[in-house]
């Protein structure tokens, strides 16, 4: 008889952390778990089993079920922007930072609509680093034209207004990024493929996205490990198209996975995950 493992409330978060990814690994091999079999997979209590799996549900990795989880479907959901902008915003700054560490005094720059580059916004306005910024999203036009002083020049990329996402797409929106050209794109994403293709909730955004990286001479994708496990319902590119990847919690597997990719892949530190 097997001799059962000790059970614990939870453990502390580098642990937890570890736990869920390996959830969310198992959840990927068999497409469905149940809170039985965490706790005697990892020994752990039936709360700290449903917890895990509710950060996962947060997160986007999982579908939560009656006793259990299972991999969510395909996405089209989005977050309104408020609700986004308060997760995770740790993992947030730092990926920011790191963005803005890359960037020199006078480039000129598309920022999207994420949540995660708004914190680069904030990191330009700290550093006080001079920019030109061409964006679509209207939280960081307010942003830089509140507190970005003389060095900031702002662009607003204008069209339809989005509610949800606080953004302008469309036609219009496509038609000034193709009349700009952008030393770097900062950018997010709603998850990225098995095949490596980069995705977006929003057809529109995925779009305008798409533009960006064509008139850019470097763009930079800003995620944590998430962001794997999830897509999204309109393809924005292959990832091979990105030449640099900025990421937190990424297993050196999952790293060398988006290299094969084609992609350029920089760690940053930080274990939780920064939603797009």
Do not use: C, W
């Given at each position: 008889?097997?001799?059962?493992?000790?059970?614990?409330?939870?453990?502390?978060?580098?642990?937890?952390?570890?736990?869920?990814?390996?959830?969310?690994?198992?959840?990927?091999?068999?497409?469905?778990?149940?809170?039985?079999?965490?706790?005697?997979?990892?020994?752990?209590?039936?709360?700290?089993?449903?917890?895990?799996?509710?950060?996962?549900?947060?997160?986007?990795?999982?579908?939560?079920?009656?006793?259990?989880?299972?991999?969510?479907?395909?996405?089209?959901?989005?977050?309104?922007?408020?609700?986004?902008?308060?997760?995770?915003?740790?993992?947030?700054?730092?990926?920011?930072?790191?963005?803005?560490?890359?960037?020199?005094?006078?480039?000129?720059?598309?920022?999207?609509?994420?949540?995660?580059?708004?914190?680069?916004?904030?990191?330009?306005?700290?550093?006080?680093?001079?920019?030109?910024?061409?964006?679509?999203?209207?939280?960081?036009?307010?942003?830089?034209?509140?507190?970005?002083?003389?060095?900031?020049?702002?662009?607003?990329?204008?069209?339809?207004?989005?509610?949800?996402?606080?953004?302008?797409?469309?036609?219009?929106?496509?038609?000034?990024?193709?009349?700009?050209?952008?030393?770097?794109?900062l950018f997010s994403v709603k998850g990225i493929a098995s095949n490596g293709m980069l995705t977006d909730a929003d057809p529109l955004e995925a779009e305008l996205k798409r533009s960006m990286i064509e008139q850019a001479g470097e763009s930079v994708l800003l995620i944590d490990h998430s962001k794997l496990t999830v897509r999204g319902l309109s393809v924005i590119a292959p990832i091979s198209e990105v030449q640099t990847t900025l990421a937190t919690g990424l297993s050196a597997?999952?790293?060398?996975?988006?290299?094969?990719?084609?992609?350029?892949?920089?760690?940053?530190?930080?274990?939780?995950?920064?939603?797009?």
């Amino acid at each position: 008889m097997p001799i059962a493992r000790r059970r614990t409330d939870d453990a502390p978060g580098v642990l937890a952390e570890a736990r869920r990814r390996e959830i969310a690994d198992r959840l990927r091999a068999h497409g469905a778990v149940t809170v039985a079999e965490l706790e005697e997979l990892f020994g752990v209590s039936p709360m700290t089993a449903r917890r895990d799996l509710a950060e996962l549900e947060r997160r986007g990795v999982v579908r939560r079920t009656h006793g259990g989880a299972v991999l969510p479907t395909i996405s089209a959901h989005e977050d309104s922007f408020a609700r986004r902008l308060e997760v995770s915003s740790e993992d947030k700054a730092l990926l920011a930072a790191a963005a803005v560490q890359l960037l020199t005094p006078r480039e000129t720059i598309f920022l999207d609509s994420s949540t995660t580059t708004y914190y680069v916004a904030k990191r330009i306005v700290e550093t006080g680093l001079a920019a030109t910024v061409l964006t679509n999203s209207l939280p960081v036009l307010e942003l830089l034209f509140r507190e970005g002083g003389p060095d900031v020049e702002v662009i607003g990329i204008g069209g339809t207004l989005r509610r949800l996402t606080r953004s302008f797409v469309g036609p219009f929106a496509v038609r000034t990024v193709q009349g700009h050209f952008a030393d770097r794109f900062l950018f997010s994403v709603k998850g990225i493929a098995s095949n490596g293709m980069l995705t977006d909730a929003d057809p529109l955004e995925a779009e305008l996205k798409r533009s960006m990286i064509e008139q850019a001479g470097e763009s930079v994708l800003l995620i944590d490990h998430s962001k794997l496990t999830v897509r999204g319902l309109s393809v924005i590119a292959p990832i091979s198209e990105v030449q640099t990847t900025l990421a937190t919690g990424l297993s050196a597997a999952e790293a060398d996975g988006l290299r094969l990719g084609g992609t350029t892949v920089r760690a940053v530190g930080g274990a939780s995950p920064a939603t797009a």
